[in-house]
T-cell receptor, first 113, second 112 residues
Framework: ETGVTQSPTHLIKTRGQQVTLRCSSQ?????VSWYQQALGQGPQFIFQ???????GRGNFPPRFSGLQFPNYSSELNVNALELDDSALYLC????????????FGPGTRLLVL | GESVGLHLPTLSVQEGDNSIINCAYS??????FIWYKQESGKGPQFIID?????DKRQGQRVTVLLNKTVKHLSLQIAATQPGDSAVYFC???????????FGKGTKLTVNP
């Protein structure tokens, strides 16, 4: 186990709704990255937060947004859910610098109906 | 372009044999490579990493080889066990970039 936790484990939403996913990073880690993993695919980078600031973003629309808190936990918010948003959402934490090894949590499985 | 891919989507081996999982990358600027193992229903688990100033790195039962000339990465698992059955991803990190770029993965099945 990495010490990275995510909640909830599973979630079902309908199109147009909004969702918030949560992540607690491993102790001592101040960098959190979010990834989306579609079934049968590798994870795709959404964005990263380093010391509470966004530190890079992948090719995801603005309806994907995030926050990092002073304790380095993080949230991923998705507005106006679409069917294609159904995926496993992974949070990864790393120590201090963004280029350090990223350790993943178990993920949140989101199903959009 | 930016892509990290794998040569084979599936690999089946006998218990006790050695496994080799391959990965090709396209960006010569990449300087950090990681192998992850993902079991069904779980998040990716770090196995081993290697930086571009190295050709080989060994861990417990695993070895990663990096050939920068042909942009090729491999993961060798010695004495493969049923618990090694999973999907294996290589990921690529690039200098100055915060993200990891993942390939599609190779599914390893270990037969008893």
């Amino acid at each position: 186990e990495t010490g990275v936790t995510q909640s909830p484990t599973h979630l079902i939403k309908t199109r147009g709704q909004q969702v918030t996913l949560r992540c607690s990073s491993q102790s001592g880690h101040n960098t959190v990255s979010w990834y989306q993993q579609a079934l049968g695919q590798g994870p795709q980078f959404i964005f990263q937060y380093y010391r509470e600031e966004e530190n890079g973003r992948g090719n995801f629309p603005p309806r994907f947004s995030g926050l990092q808190f002073p304790n380095y936990s993080s949230e991923l918010n998705v507005n106006a859910l679409e069917l294609d948003d159904s995926a496993l959402y992974l949070c990864a934490s790393s120590l201090d610098r963004p280029q350090e090894t990223q350790y993943f949590g178990p993920g949140t499985r989101l199903l959009v109906l | 372009g930016e892509s990290v891919g794998l040569h084979l989507p599936t690999l089946s081996v006998q218990e006790g044999d050695n496994s080799i999982i391959n990965c090709a990358y396209s960006n010569s600027a990449s300087d950090y490579f990681i192998w992850y193992k993902q079991e069904s229903g779980k998040g990716p688990q770090f196995i081993i990493d290697i930086r571009s100033n190295m050709d080989k790195r060994q861990g417990q039962r695993v070895t990663v080889l990096l050939n920068k000339t042909v942009k090729h990465l491999s993961l060798q698992i010695a004495a493969t066990q049923p618990g090694d059955s999973a999907v294996y991803f290589c990921a690529e990190g690039r200098g100055g970039s915060e993200k990891l770029v993942f390939g599609k993965g190779t599914k390893l099945t270990v037969n008893p």
